[in-house]
């Protein structure tokens, strides 16, 4: 076992770039969860995503019409949890278990013949001189774009709730819909608009994973990012901010394991891979005494009746 | 006379199996007051929904100051000039008093001016309020402040308040006349949905009063007796409980101390409630809600529990017990609450039936359920209550209101309950099925029972209680007899006007 | 303009009729995809759902049926009873894993000792695993309020991970040659979970998928617990207003649902899979959700959608090798059944109006 191969600037940055699908996809589902919606399908809209993504970029060459393209395609699945949820007035927890299930399965008949080839390398942010400095350059500067867009996502997020007055709409929404309807706010329409927006960041999200993290496409290669970002939701208690604290801490915590099981330390290679779920999971309970925070119409089934 | 600000004629409104308002007409002049009276179910909420754009008419116009007025969306409406008050409060708990008020604007201003606004209209109209607080945090007095002033911010030429004093102590009640007086001064018309005949005399210029959606009359109120508005709005006489007073027994329910912390993270903790109730005698218990009234439910029947000396049953200590236990002791209890709380909406009547009635009716053996003995009793509770329902495998979400809750009181009734709490036992029910509610809980009394009724409308507690008290935040008023009692008095232990007392110095 | 209108009583005869509309959806949709693939989309219907039962080699595929219905049907009920008080674990798979090490564990330990005892303790061992696994989110939930939702999805991760350790380490066949996986359990007389007539795929396994309808049907219709678990899905607040006790029930549809995942599990390793392997889970864990919410939480009819499940199953492998169909087409026709009938659920307690609507 050699500890000293970990290089703490190369974890530092790959923490980084681990932690991006994650934050992504969680600050998409953060704003359907403030808009009083539990979509459960993260996994299968990341892992359409990913696929949409990964076969665009590689039909056309281009990376970032892999991204749009993922993007379009997670938004288009969330509007089948949308139609169910919203018109069909059918259980969230159930609709969003059958989107995650018809995703997987999507996107495994969409990746057929996609096995074992390379996409289209995304380029590295490369600034002269800010990029090499020493330290600072690598962890700041170094990256490629969707890091950046991760953060923006988040900052974005974090002023559309805070300042924005259809933030605040949004906001009313997922307290109390029915208050909302009576004041005239539109509960189905922004509710709808929530689920893509939720739906497009996880397309997004699953799509940094195929083409860039690891990057190639296999079958279920999301492996619970999905949910881990559903558990952030949680571990953030709905705030944006804490989106990227926990996305980082998720991030780290799996590039360490990975780092762990590069040096040959004498754990079994399969307890360091449980080790990001167990961790969520303590995280989770941790988190869990302070449920003051949840959206107070989040799950409930709209209906107007008058 | 001057150009109505509102005319309506004809307004027709239907709903699968029942016409909610049927040929409607009334005018509404620029600065006045009128009352839109009646009893409950007959069709006031839908007229002002229709008038405040959330409902359409199926037949019949508007007209605003002449013009054709039809809002598609309750915005149009606003747009129009017409702002409402609602009877439950379109707030936004874990938001603030100046965001819950932007959401109601078309318009607003950034958040720092508004709040500036609010804390000047506040202040003027005799009504304080801080724009920053979190409104699951205020009292029900100071939320509807928070709507009132909402609709205020707009300078609406029409002020539509749907049963605005229900929710309120009679000290915070002269309040807020007092801002509406001195709106109508200002030009405004105010139109005051009530079944309040007393706050109508004393407030309202005008008032149309309808029956079964439709309209009966339009009288001037201070011209024309409580008792003929009484007569026109339930167009029959009304049987009136009878009152056998007995002396009472020995003391039956006993509460020490009582401390709970509310589960909610915006609800009332109970504070050492202390009370005794004794055999045959009926505590009335009365307070604005959000006082601690479900919490002081749940801490009776089990739901919450407390230390075990807290909460005494015929001398038996009972604060840890869970609500089963208490039951086959002989305390019942019916919340306030009557679809998802005292019976499930979507079970059958006989499943609703086995709902707390399991072990005094033997409706279980060994864990197993004998549903024979169930619908034989939700049978009995249906013939001797009077329920309205085709049959006991009718869902009880199909019940109307009063309906369920002659069901659910009856429920409690006939297990023959030595301790018996209910909460708002009338609420929101026609005249006729909440007096055979009442009737019913003064024959449990008079038949050795020691009953708790908690409840907000305080001539329903006037007609039933042997003695009073009142819950304010969580606390428990001085015990009096209840004959006697001034309204001013019971305002006085009901907690006054809370903070309101700098209003109109 | 399309609106949806409460009906006063849910609908007896849509909720018969759903599952049924949802089938024919299905099937309607999923010959559309077939079609899309380049494949007859009638002749892809009939195979997977015609062949299995009555083609030429139906008297191979019908045993086939027990043998992929009986998990799933007994996964399925588990699952139900929590579902139906609105406790939702959806780490069966996790839990079925568990099972399986649980009862290979209890084999392992006694090879090659021969014995009666020795099928009945792995029973035990299956179930008890399976429970355990479940219990840590309801522990979780009742003790912290933790969402027992991620936390028993967390935990199928774990187990995966679980399972490639055990059948990479400590169960490893030792006369494997290096391979990974346990011992063949089916060439061990007593631990071997054979068929009880043989060839027709009938094991203890779907004699316990029976039981627990039978079982499940008497608790939710006649048993103060089954009433209990409807009333807490039903109404929540009039479920602790009855005395019901929140946690004891969290514990209990927990408890019950780890422990038939658990059992099947059990019953797969001893029986039909044989051993315990890094690919051993094929996803009955997720299936079963499906197959729960097609028979509408009914145990009767988890039963019928559990062999309609399983119909599936078969004949997508026939069309698979037959029609050269992939895999993921079946899958997500799976996904299709559940889209389909959670979009036409609706019509049970709503009815379709036409007209115009009030202001939405």
């Known amino acids: 076992m050699d500890l000293s191969a970990i290089n703490p600037v190369l974890l530092i940055a790959s923490l980084m770039v681990a932690a991006t699908a994650v934050m992504i996809a969680a600050i998409g589902e953060l704003i359907v969860e403030r808009a009083g919606v539990l979509n459960l399908g993260v996994e299968g809209m990341m892992i359409t995503g990913a696929i949409c993504g990964f076969a665009v970029a590689v039909q056309t060459g281009s990376p970032t019409a892999g991204f749009v393209a993922a993007t379009i395609g997670g938004a288009a699945l969330s509007l089948l949890f949308a139609f169910l949820t919203q018109f069909a007035l059918a259980n969230q927890v159930a609709s969003g278990l059958a989107l995650t299930l018809f995703g997987l399965g999507l996107s495994s008949l969409l990746g057929q013949g996609y096995q074992g080839i390379k996409p289209p390398a995304t380029p590295r942010l490369d600034i002269p001189v800010l990029t090499d400095l020493p330290v600072v350059g690598r962890i700041l500067f170094g990256h490629d774009l969707m890091v950046y867009v991760g953060l923006a996502l988040v900052a974005a997020v974090w002023a559309f709730l805070k300042y924005s007055r259809a933030g605040l709409i949004l906001r009313a929404v997922g307290e109390n819909h029915d208050a909302a309807h009576a004041l005239g706010y539109k509960v189905v329409r922004i509710r709808i608009m929530a689920i893509a927006f939720g739906g497009a960041c996880a397309g997004l999200g699953g799509a940094y994973i195929s083409l860039i993290r690891v990057p190639q496409w296999t079958e279920g290669m999301t492996a619970g990012i999905g949910w881990i970002a559903l558990a952030l939701v949680v571990f953030a208690s709905w705030k944006p901010w804490r989106v990227l604290l926990g996305a980082y801490l998720f991030g780290g915590v799996t590039v360490l394991q990975l780092n762990l099981q590069a040096a040959g330390i004498a754990i079994p290679v399969e307890y360091l891979s449980m080790s990001p779920y167990i961790i969520t999971i303590v995280v989770l309970v941790i988190m869990s005494a302070d449920k003051s925070r949840a959206p107070a119409s989040l799950g409930r089934i709209f209906h107007a009746t008058s | 006379m001057t150009e109505p600000l509102l005319s309506i004629r004809g307004l027709t409104k239907a709903y699968p199996g029942v016409v909610a308002n049927d040929d409607v007409s009334f005018d509404i002049q620029p600065g006045e007051v009128h009352a839109l009276l009646g009893e409950n179910g007959a069709g006031k909420s839908t007229m002002v929904k229709m008038i405040y754009g959330l409902v359409k008419p199926d037949s019949g116009e508007m007209r605003m100051r002449g013009a054709a007025y039809a809002p598609a969306e309750p915005q149009a409406a606003r747009a129009s000039g017409v702002a409402m008050v609602f009877q439950h409060f379109s707030l936004f708990d874990a938001l603030t008093v100046a965001e819950n008020i932007a959401l109601g604007m078309a318009n607003p201003p950034a958040l720092r001016d508004l709040a500036a606004r609010i804390r000047e209209v506040s202040e003027q109209y005799g009504l304080p309020l801080d724009p920053w607080r979190v409104v699951g945090d205020l009292s029900a007095g100071e939320r509807q402040r928070v709507e009132i002033i909402r609709c205020l911010l707009q300078n609406p030429k029409l002020l539509i308040m749907d049963e605005p004093t229900s929710v309120l102590t009679p000290q915070e009640v002269e309040i807020l006349f007092e801002t509406l007086r001195k709106l109508k001064s200002e030009g405004t018309s105010i139109l005051y949905i009530s079944h309040k005949l007393e706050e109508i005399r004393a407030l309202c210029d005008e008032a149309t009063i309808l029956r079964l959606g439709k309209k009966v009359a339009t009288c001037t109120p201070r011209d024309t007796t409580a008792r003929e508005m009484a007569e026109l709005m339930v167009g029959a006489e009304l049987h009136t409980p009878s009152r056998d007073y007995n002396e009472p027994g020995a003391v039956r329910l006993a509460l020490n101390g009582l401390s709970v912390a509310s589960p909610g993270q915006f609800g009332t903790s109970l504070k050492g409630i202390t009370f005794e109730v004794r055999a045959g005698e009926v505590l009335g218990l009365a307070g604005v809600a959000g006082n601690g009234q479900d919490e002081l439910l749940g801490a009776l029947s089990g739901e919450l529990r407390s230390a075990a000396g807290m909460v005494v049953l015929d001398g038996a200590e009972i604060g840890t017990k869970g609500p089963g236990e208490r039951r086959r002791m002989g305390l019942l209890t019916a919340p306030e609450e009557r679809l998802g709380h005292a019976a499930a909406p979507d079970m059958s009547l006989t499943e609703n039936a086995a709902l707390t009635a399991v072990d005094r009716r033997q409706i279980a053996t060994n864990g197993f359920l004998n549903w024979g003995r169930a619908r034989d009793f939700a049978k009995e509770i249906i013939a001797r209550f009077d329920v309205r329902t085709p049959g006991t495998e009718n869902a009880a979400r199909s019940l109307s209101g009063g309906n369920l809750q002659k069901f659910v009181i009856g429920r409690e009734v006939l297990q023959d309950p030595q301790v018996l709490v209910v909460n708002q036992p009338t609420w929101g029910v026609d005249a006729a099925a909440a007096a055979t509610i009442r009737q019913a809980i003064l024959d449990l009394a008079a038949g050795g029972a020691a009953v708790v009724v908690i409840s907000q409308d305080l001539d329903e507690l006037m007609e039933v209680s042997d003695r009073f008290a009142a819950l304010n935040e969580g606390r428990l008023s001085d015990i009096r007899p209840a004959k006697g009692l001034t309204v001013d008095e019971i305002g006085l232990m009901m907690g006054g006007a809370h903070d309101m007392e700098v209003a109109h110095g | ?360």
């Open chain 3, 1 to 360: 303009m399309l609106r949806l209108e409460k009906r006063r009583q849910p609908s007896q005869a849509f909720a018969y009729a759903t599952p049924v509309m949802a089938v024919i959806a299905t099937m309607i949709f999923g010959g559309l995809m077939f079609a899309a693939l380049g494949k007859d989309p009638v002749a892809a219907i009939r195979t997977i759902f015609w062949d299995p039962l009555f083609g030429q080699h139906a008297f191979y595929y019908r045993p086939q049926l027990l043998v992929k219905g009986g998990p799933l049907i007994l996964i399925a009920i588990g699952l139900s009873l929590g579902f139906r008080a609105g406790i939702w674990n959806i780490g069966a798979e996790g839990q079925y894993i568990l099972g399986a090490l649980g009862g290979a564990g209890v084999a392992l330990a006694f090879y090659p000792m021969e014995g009666w005892f020795i099928f009945p303790l792995m029973i035990l061992g299956g179930a008890i695993a399976g429970c355990a696994w479940a219990m840590i989110p309801g522990l979780l939930k009742v003790r912290f309020g933790t969402n027992e939702i991620l936390v028993s999805l967390m935990l199928v991760y774990v187990a995966e991970q679980l399972l490639a350790s055990m059948s990479l380490g400590l169960m490893k066949n030792p006369q494997g040659f290096g391979f990974p996986g346990s011992r063949n359990l089916q060439q061990y007389p007593s631990a071997h979970n054979a068929d009880l007539i043989a060839n027709t795929g009938m094991h203890w396994g779907v004699a316990a998928a029976f039981i627990a309808v039978i079982f499940a049907y008497i608790l939710l219709t006649r048993h103060q617990l089954g009433y209990h678990i409807r009333l807490t899905g039903e109404a929540p607040r009039a479920a602790k207003f009855a005395g019901v006790s929140p946690a004891r029930l969290i514990l209990f549809c927990l408890g019950i649902s780890g422990a038939l995942a658990g059992l099947a599990g059990m019953f797969e390793v001893s029986g039909p899979a044989g051993q315990v392997s890094i690919d051993f889970n094929t996803g009955y864990g997720f299936t079963a959700i499906i197959v729960a919410f097609l028979g509408r939480l009914h145990p009767v009819g988890i039963l019928l959608a559990g062999m309609l499940m399983a119909l599936t199953y078969i004949g997508g492998e026939i069309a698979q090798s037959s029609m050269g169909l992939p895999a993921a087409a079946i899958q997500m026709f799976q996904g299709m059944l559940l889209f389909f009938l959670l979009a036409v659920d609706v019509l049970t307690s709503y009815r379709l109006r036409f007209g115009k609507g009030e202001v939405a």
